[in-house]
């Protein structure tokens, strides 16, 4: 089984890693002292990736406040959800707003919109 967590998580990790990746990115750049160029190219991706970082942690911010809130059945906190299924924020319990999908396996294909033909 794969190891699911909440859509909101998933995304602030994102974030977070593009801050982390900014300063290696950064870091890098030390090692080309000798070529201002490169230096500088270095620092200025560097400084980009964590300007998207500050991008999407703006973006998952506004998604936030438009999520459903619900509590969680199996640990009674609080929790949000965003789209039809997702996981519990505390205890990864699966969760869903469609009451034809209750009981059924969690997969976040559920999510995707069905194409009509």
């Given at each position: 089984?794969?190891k699911?967590?909440?859509k909101?998580?998933?995304i ?14 950064m870091?890098i750049?030390i ?5 201002v160029?490169?230096s500088?190219?270095?620092m200025?991706?560097?400084?980009l990736?964590i300007?998207l970082s ?6 998952i911010g ?5 999520a459903?809130?619900?509590?969680c ?12 299924v997702?996981?519990c ?15 059924k ?6 999510n995707?919109k069905?194409?009509?033909?």
């Open positions: 089984m794969a699911y967590s909440s909101i998580n998933k602030r990790t994102f974030a977070l890693s593009l801050v982390f990746v900014g300063f290696i990115i870091y750049g090692f080309f002292k000798e070529s160029l490169l500088s190219l270095f200025i991706l560097g400084l990736s300007g500050t991008v999407v942690y703006f973006w506004m998604l936030s406040t438009k459903v809130r619900v509590i059945p199996g640990c009674d906190k609080e929790t949000k959800v965003l789209g039809v997702d996981m924020m505390h205890c990864r319990e699966p969760l869903t707003l469609d009451k034809g999908l209750e009981g396996e969690f997969d976040e294909s559920y995707k069905k194409m009509s033909k």
